[in-house]
């Protein structure tokens, strides 16, 4: 405690912050990379909004439609200041990263690739970070090739540098990989990238609710991320991208909203950000994200980082002891950051999840939309536990308890 017996935040229970904890009492939840709960805060400001605001935004002159312009448009202003974007003409609202992805693709990709071009993509990316790539080569007839990690998941400057060529237009990466918890050096990248006259896009779905990013320092050219991954609703995502590069690409999707002229023959689009959100906006979305963010901010990234850090060596130490799991990327704790894949030993993922779920423990199993890295590794899937500042000592005890068991009520000795 501190003086005046104000508790220090980093010892606080945080599940009470969260409705789900009051629901299911004896829940582990940790399949955070996938998802995370939601804050009573979020939830509220969402159902404010549609108790109170709720309106077509941008184009009425009504008192409730000016209330969810503003709604709308005070949550971009916190996505920039949050990712300390330099203009909120640079935050784009989506349904999440991987469309964010996909419109970077589909608009500068087809308006700046062309045949004989190459974009670069680790070998651990998600697939909504491979994917448009490679429908990009594949319509351009650019050359898709990968930069390949070190068995602890590690890409280095130098591998960069060597695999970096004149015709390579693109390279795309993770900030923080969802298999290995790995933090990329983003900004070391970047300007190896820009040396070489090369654009860098990131992705930061697994990063932005557990360490600050700061896009300017970074010196990326794209982010994207999703709301749902750090606490707020599914459904909204955000797009990051430099000013004169969004000026210049052309829209993603046509209609409504995104205009500024039609006639019969032609028309002239509105300008940034809105030019890329087409049709009747996700205004509850945007509000729940905003809500988190200052969620995020109350709570404080150092408490974040120092109680998911601890909780991953908590568990790391203990599941390195055991003969029979194999935990994929670095043999350290610190490298893993709240994300930590394995296997056991004549067990299926899908059943040791199974196992799991009989204890109230929630895990992932399968490849995590990552089946090239887990081909390169030479593994067919693995199971997965993700940590949330929310998570305690007694979750990871409980995952521990249940992980020994596992073999045994499998069947194998």
Same mark, same amino acid.
């Given at each position: 405690?501190?003086?005046?017996?104000?508790?220090?935040?980093?010892?606080?229970?945080?599940?009470?912050?969260?409705?789900?904890?009051?629901?299911?009492?004896?829940?582990?939840?940790?399949?955070?990379?996938?998802?995370?709960?939601?804050?009573?805060?979020?939830?509220?400001?969402?159902?404010?909004?549609?108790?109170?605001?709720?309106?077509?935004?941008?184009?009425?002159?009504?008192?409730?439609?000016?209330?969810?312009?503003?709604?709308?448009?005070?949550?971009?202003?916190?996505?920039?200041?949050?990712?300390?974007?330099? @203009?909120?003409? =640079? +935050?784009?609202? /989506?349904?999440?990263?991987?469309? !964010?992805?996909? &419109?970077?693709?589909?608009?500068?990709? #087809?308006?700046?690739?062309? @045949?004989?071009? =190459? +974009?670069?993509? /680790?070998?651990?990316?998600?697939? !909504?970070?491979? &994917?448009?790539?490679?429908?990009?080569? #594949?319509?351009?007839?650019?050359?898709?090739?990968?930069?390949?990690?070190?068995?602890?998941?590690?890409?280095?400057?130098?591998?960069?540098?060597?695999?970096?060529?004149?015709?390579?237009?693109?390279?795309?990466?993770?900030?923080?990989?969802?298999?290995?918890?790995?933090?990329?050096?983003?900004?070391?990248?970047?300007?190896?990238?820009?040396?070489?006259?090369?654009?860098?896009?990131?992705?930061?779905?697994?990063?932005?609710?557990?360490?600050?990013?700061?896009?300017?320092?970074?010196?990326?050219?794209?982010?994207?991320?999703?709301?749902?991954?750090?606490?707020?609703?599914?459904?909204?995502?955000?797009?990051?991208?430099?000013?004169?590069?969004?000026?210049?690409?052309?829209?993603?999707?046509?209609?409504?909203?995104?205009?500024?002229?039609?006639?019969?023959?032609?028309?002239?689009?509105?300008?940034?950000?809105?030019?890329?959100?087409?049709?009747?906006?996700?205004?509850?979305?945007?509000?729940?994200?905003?809500?988190?963010?200052?969620?995020?901010?109350?709570?404080?990234?150092?408490?974040?980082?120092?109680?998911?850090?601890?909780?991953?060596?908590?568990?790391?130490?203990?599941?390195?002891?055991?003969?029979?799991?194999?935990?994929?990327?670095?043999?350290?704790?610190?490298?893993?950051?709240?994300?930590?894949?394995?296997?056991?030993?004549?067990?299926?993922?899908?059943?040791?999840?199974?196992?799991?779920?009989?204890?109230?423990?929630?895990?992932?199993?399968?490849?995590?939309?990552?089946?090239?890295?887990?081909?390169?590794?030479?593994?067919?899937?693995?199971?997965?536990?993700?940590?949330?500042?929310?998570?305690?000592?007694?979750?990871?005890?409980?995952?521990?308890?249940?992980?020994?068991?596992?073999?045994?009520?499998?069947?194998?000795?």
């Amino acid at each position: 405690m501190l003086s005046g017996g104000v508790m220090r935040m980093s010892n606080r229970d945080f599940k009470q912050d969260f409705a789900v904890f009051d629901a299911y009492k004896e829940l582990v939840y940790l399949d955070n990379s996938a998802t995370t709960q939601k804050p009573r805060q979020v939830i509220e400001a969402i159902q404010k909004y549609y108790f109170e605001q709720n309106a077509n935004p941008l184009r009425g002159l009504y008192d409730l439609s000016v209330m969810a312009t503003e709604a709308y448009e005070n949550a971009r202003k916190s996505v920039k200041d949050f990712i300390g974007a330099e @203009s909120t003409r =640079e +935050i784009v609202f /989506t349904r999440n990263a991987t469309e !964010s992805l996909n &419109l970077i693709s589909y608009s500068y990709g #087809r308006a700046n690739i062309k @045949s004989g071009d =190459e +974009i670069l993509v /680790t070998i651990s990316e998600h697939h !909504s970070n491979l &994917l448009p790539w490679q429908d990009l080569a #594949r319509q351009t007839g650019a050359v898709l090739r990968f930069l390949e990690c070190d068995g602890s998941g590690a890409y280095t400057e130098e591998q960069l540098k060597q695999a970096l060529t004149s015709k390579t237009k693109l390279f795309a990466i993770a900030q923080v990989s969802n298999i290995f918890g790995r933090i990329n050096p983003i900004k070391e990248f970047a300007e190896i990238c820009h040396a070489n006259g090369t654009l860098i896009v990131c992705d930061a779905a697994q990063s932005v609710a557990h360490t600050p990013v700061n896009v300017r320092d970074l010196g990326v050219d794209f982010l994207a991320f999703s709301g749902h991954k750090m606490y707020a609703p599914m459904g909204i995502g955000v797009l990051y991208g430099r000013e004169e590069l969004l000026e210049k690409m052309p829209p993603f999707l046509y209609g409504g909203e995104m205009i500024e002229l039609v006639t019969r023959e032609n028309a002239t689009y509105a300008e940034l950000p809105h030019k890329f959100e087409a049709g009747t906006v996700n205004v509850g979305g945007a509000v729940g994200l905003h809500a988190a963010i200052e969620y995020i901010r109350k709570i404080g990234f150092e408490t974040i980082m120092s109680r998911e850090d601890e909780l991953t060596e908590r568990a790391f130490e203990k599941m390195k002891s055991l003969p029979y799991v194999h935990i994929l990327g670095s043999d350290k704790a610190k490298d893993h950051h709240g994300i930590i894949s394995f296997t056991i030993d004549g067990v299926h993922p899908h059943d040791a999840a199974a196992v799991f779920d009989a204890d109230g423990i929630d895990i992932r199993a399968g490849h995590h939309c990552a089946q090239p890295l887990h081909k390169y590794l030479g593994v067919q899937s693995s199971a997965r536990m993700s940590l949330a500042f929310y998570n305690d000592e007694t979750d990871v005890d409980r995952f521990l308890q249940t992980l020994e068991t596992v073999r045994g009520r499998m069947g194998i000795g």
